[in-house]
């Protein structure tokens, strides 16, 4: 019988390659003639080119997911961070995309998702801290 030995520790980029790598074999081979995942970014530039606001997510056959949103605090309120949604949903719907997901936790921006038109879908109560929850929410394009 063989033996494995378990190490832990903090972040580890080629670790997090590696998985990425072979869950995408591993995906590709049980969605045959479904296009690979691909990462879908938007970016706010302020005029001296620096991030103003930014999303990251991704794509992967009929379903776009959001994973992180940011708004630098000197610019929220104004707008951006609806551009920002439309700009990432209006290329989603592009590659064929039907609906997307997005979780946030309730001190971030699960009101702003629900004002855009999504819906929650499910709630973990008690993540990460007691009287918090993440939020689950997805829209349908």
């Known amino acids: 019988m063989r033996e494995y030995r378990s190490v832990v520790a903090g ?3 080629e670790l997090d390659q590696r998985l990425s790598d072979e869950l995408d074999t591993f995906n590709a081979a049980a969605t045959p003639g479904v296009d690979a995942a691909r990462e879908l970014t938007v970016q706010l530039l302020d005029e001296s080119g620096e991030l103003a606001a930014g999303l990251s997510g991704w794509t992967w056959g009929v379903a776009a997911g959001i994973g992180m949103t940011w708004v630098r605090d000197d610019t929220r ?3 951006l961070g609806s551009r920002l949604l439309a700009s990432f949903e209006d290329e989603a719907r592009a590659r064929g995309c039907t609906h997307v997901f997005v979780t946030s936790f309730t001190f971030q921006a699960p009101g702003f998702y ?5 819906r929650e879908i499910f709630r973990w109560d008690g993540v990460p801290t007691p009287g918090a929850a993440d939020v689950h929410l997805r829209k349908d394009l």
């Open 77 to 79: 309120g104004a707008g």
């Open 114 to 118: 629900e004002r855009h038109g999504y």
């Open 11 to 13: 972040g580890l980029p």
